[in-house]
């Protein structure tokens, strides 16, 4: 890692938190001026998942970070969010000879091999050295499909 968020490693997993609670996992002050994030829970229940089975819950998680200074600084760190392939952030670390290993809701564990792409047609883009370094860093997605296909691409992160 090049900077440790919390002055020393934190954790080396991130949460499927996009899915499993609010956009950004933590409970701030529900933002009146968008009445559908309001409204939403804080986090789900199991009945609400369609399948167990195939929801990630953790898995081995990194990122590499924009950090705006002239030269700008791609930083590889820590991080305890996991970002679903439509987010265009790669975030699930294939640490383990280019594996992951995944936790799902159910409680199993499945390694899974690397897998990434970033969409270079949506607005903002990630900059192609911050590109380089998530390759270089084996920053991806844990995918049964096609990441490229935007109706399965986040299968594994929300089956609603």
């Not at 309001?38 to 998942?49: A, G, H, N, Q, V």
């Not at 990122?63 to 987010?87: C, G, K, M, N």
């Amino acid at each position: 890692m090049d900077n440790v968020a919390y002055g020393q490693p934190a954790s080396g997993y991130g949460y499927n938190g996009r899915y499993l609670s609010r956009a950004l996992g933590v409970d701030w002050p529900e933002p009146t001026y968008i009445p559908e994030l309001s409204r939403k829970p804080l986090t789900r229940r199991f009945r609400d998942l369609t399948s167990i089975t195939q929801t990630v819950a953790f898995a081995d998680a990194a990122q590499v970070r924009f950090v705006p200074f002239v030269p700008p600084i791609f930083s590889f760190e820590e991080t305890w969010l996991l970002e679903p392939p439509s987010r265009n952030f790669p975030s699930v670390h294939f640490r383990h000879s280019d594996s992951a290993n995944v936790a799902f809701m159910d409680g199993s564990v499945r390694t899974f091999g690397y897998a990434s792409v970033i969409d270079e047609t949506v607005t903002f883009p990630p900059p192609a050295a911050q590109v380089a370094r998530m390759e270089e860093e084996r920053l991806g997605y844990v995918s049964n499909g096609d990441l490229t296909d935007p109706v399965t691409r986040d299968e594994l992160y929300d089956r609603d």
